[in-house]
């Protein structure tokens, strides 16, 4: 099993940045893909930006340009980096991972509030 713990959520004014980090722990070298999903008050969850195992990232339509997702060398580290944050991505940011066959594991997520 992958265990996996966020950090870095906080209030921060629109167009402010605020960085993300997700620490894996476990079967790390069984995981496939990781990404960033958040999930706003009355809306569903929904995928931010993913990234596969062999590094190739994709975006929501809503961050392209905004923001960047990356890991470490040693693939146990993922970050979001959101810049020109706006006050629509304010939410509960989860960390996933996908690893195995079937498996996948989320963190305990993390709130990014951003004011006008």
């Known amino acids: 099993q992958v265990q996996l713990v966020e950090f870095g959520g906080g209030l921060v004014q629109a167009g402010g940045s605020l960085r993300l980090s997700c620490a894996a722990s476990g079967s790390i070298g069984s995981i496939n893909a990781m990404g960033w999903y958040r999930q706003a008050p009355g809306k569903q969850r929904e995928l931010v930006a993913g990234?596969?195992?062999?590094?190739?990232?994709k975006y929501a339509d809503s961050v392209k340009g905004r923001f960047t997702i990356s890991r470490d060398n040693t693939k146990t580290m993922v970050y979001l980096q959101m810049d020109s944050l706006k006050p629509e991505d304010t939410a509960v940011y989860y960390c996933?991972?996908?690893?195995?066959?079937?498996?996948?594991?989320w963190g305990q997520g993390t709130q990014v509030t951003v004011s006008s």
């Open positions: 990234i596969t195992s062999s590094e190739t990232p």
């Open positions: 996933s991972a996908e690893w195995g066959v079937y498996g996948r594991s």
